[in-house]
């Protein structure tokens, strides 16, 4: 009779250790569960703010692009592209392009696109506008000295970065210029010296506009340059 209640005890404690082991597994598993929803709720909250901000810059910069800054068929100063180059440096070269690219996109939506191809539509609209978020590259290092205050190193990665976003983008609206445009070269310029010339003098324009605009805003508020819920974008 001892006997069998002892191993009545054993068993019991037995299955009382099983269930117990098996209670702490499902508890895990559920805390792992909610917890994993939960960071992943947080990632999708980051990321569609960040989204978000780059439609709105991208819409901006497309009504910006109605302000009278141009001269002549071929030369303009664009004054959406700060707006995009501010963006590439608070998110990251990722983001940049993405909302570039929807910038370049929009100009069609609106109305305000100068085609003459299909292929020029596509190289001076979705590529060419596209690479002004190669500007993002300088995301981490401006975001780090503007969170160090280190105020002149901010303003070298500012520069440099609107230089880049800019001669990227303007890059491909020469390539397009020697070949789609340049049947309106003045009789004794070839399509290359005048495609070079034009938006040589624009992406000049542009950048210097670009720099000004964004040192101007750095000194009047530093903590755009620094994004909330994101680190760089990502």
Same mark, same amino acid.
């Given at each position: 009779?001892?006997?069998?209640?002892?191993?009545?005890?054993?068993?019991?404690?037995?299955?009382?250790?099983?269930?117990?082991?098996?209670?702490?597994?499902?508890?895990?598993?559920?805390?792992?569960?909610?917890?994993?929803?939960?960071?992943?709720?947080?990632?999708?909250?980051?990321?569609?703010?960040?989204?978000?901000?780059?439609? !709105?810059?991208?819409?901006?910069?497309?009504?910006?692009?109605?302000?009278?800054?141009?001269?002549?068929?071929?030369?303009? !100063?664009?004054?959406?592209?700060?707006?995009?180059?501010?963006?590439?440096?608070?998110?990251?070269?990722?983001?940049?392009?993405?909302?570039?690219?929807?910038?370049?996109?929009?100009?069609?939506?609106?109305?305000?696109?100068?085609?003459?191809?299909?292929?020029?539509?596509?190289?001076?609209?979705?590529?060419?506008?596209?690479?002004?978020?190669?500007?993002?590259?300088?995301?981490?290092?401006?975001?780090?000295?503007?969170?160090?205050?280190?105020?002149?190193?901010?303003?070298?990665? !500012?520069?440099?970065?609107?230089?880049?976003?800019?001669?990227?983008?303007?890059?491909?609206?020469?390539?397009?210029?020697?070949?789609?445009?340049?049947?309106?070269?003045?009789?004794?310029?070839?399509?290359?010296?005048?495609?070079?010339?034009?938006?040589?003098?624009?992406?000049?324009?542009?950048?210097?506009?670009?720099? !000004?605009?964004?040192?101007?805003?750095?000194?009047?508020?530093?903590?755009?340059?620094?994004?909330?819920?994101?680190?760089?974008?990502?």
């Amino acid at each position: 009779m001892k006997v069998l209640t002892l191993r009545t005890c054993i068993v019991n404690t037995s299955v009382g250790i099983v269930s117990e082991e098996k209670s702490r597994v499902f508890s895990s598993f559920v805390v792992g569960l909610f917890h994993s929803t939960i960071k992943e709720e947080i990632f999708l909250s980051k990321n569609l703010s960040l989204w978000i901000e780059g439609t !709105i810059m991208a819409a901006l910069a497309t009504a910006l692009s109605f302000v009278p800054l141009q001269v002549g068929p071929s030369f303009s !100063i664009t004054v959406g592209q700060p707006v995009l180059v501010l963006y590439a440096l608070r998110r990251g070269w990722g983001p940049g392009l993405v909302a570039s690219f929807l910038w370049g996109i929009l100009h069609l939506f609106v109305g305000n696109a100068d085609i003459l191809t299909p292929l020029q539509g596509f190289i001076e609209y979705f590529v060419a506008f596209t690479f002004t978020g190669f500007a993002g590259f300088w995301a981490n290092a401006t975001v780090t000295a503007a969170q160090n205050k280190q105020t002149k190193r901010a303003i070298l990665y !500012i520069a440099i970065a609107s230089i880049v976003g800019t001669v990227a983008r303007f890059f491909w609206h020469t390539i397009a210029g020697y070949y789609f445009w340049g049947q309106y070269a003045p009789a004794d310029w070839s399509p290359w010296l005048y495609s070079i010339v034009m938006n040589g003098a624009s992406a000049f324009a542009t950048t210097v506009f670009t720099v !000004i605009v964004l040192l101007l805003t750095y000194r009047a508020n530093p903590n755009l340059y620094i994004p909330k819920n994101a680190k760089y974008g990502y």
